[in-house]
């Protein structure tokens, strides 16, 4: 086992395996939605990476039914935060895709704040600043401007200032109103 990813996850259970249990099931269990189905399944990629996909595709030649959440094995090297967040993204498009969610802007930046949402709503802020860290790590990333990403320091930024604002801290450099305005959007949009 990865000793890195153990200590990443000192208080984590152990899987039989003897590799950490990332606690995915508490995440699939926050993000479940009336009238959304999904499964999960976990492929070898070749890098680290997720998807959602709603039709069902065929992956490195391998058959992925509709409205499947690919996750890669190559996250398991990540930190356990970070992989539940990414898995909660990715159930996120899931949850716009099948809800009919209108959004503006790009759909991964609609995914990352419902996301985000819901981590701040069940106060797993430490994930998200995991996640703010994982991004913050890879840099000023040049992203063309036709990937619906956005870069992984403006990720950093965004997902860092909406776990803050959840915990009613308010860091000078964001937008006190981000926090507010993303719950009581989602929460409209969903019809909570």
Known sequence: MNRLLLLL??????????????HLDRVREAMRMPGVEVSVRWLDCGEVNAFYTPEGTEVWGIKVAP???VMCNELRGEAPGFVRYVLAH???????????IPFTGSEE????????VVFGVYE???DLYATANRYRRMGDVWVPPWDPHPAPL??????????????NKYPVFCDS?????ALTSWIR????
Not at 109 to 116: F, I, Q, R, T
Not at 154 to 167: H, V
């Open 9 to 22: 996850c000192l208080g984590c259970a152990v899987a039989p395996d003897g590799t950490p249990d990332l």
């Open 154 to 167: 403006k990720r950093a930024f965004t997902i860092g200032c909406l776990a803050a604002e959840s915990e």
């Open 109 to 116: 930046v609609a995914a990352d704040e419902l996301a985000a």
């Open 189 to 192: 949009l969903l019809d909570l």
């Open 90 to 100: 990715e159930l996120s498009h899931a949850i716009i895709h099948q809800r009919r």
């Open 177 to 181: 109103s981000d926090w507010e305005h």
């Open 124 to 126: 797993w802020q430490a």
């Open 67 to 69: 409205r499947t959440v």
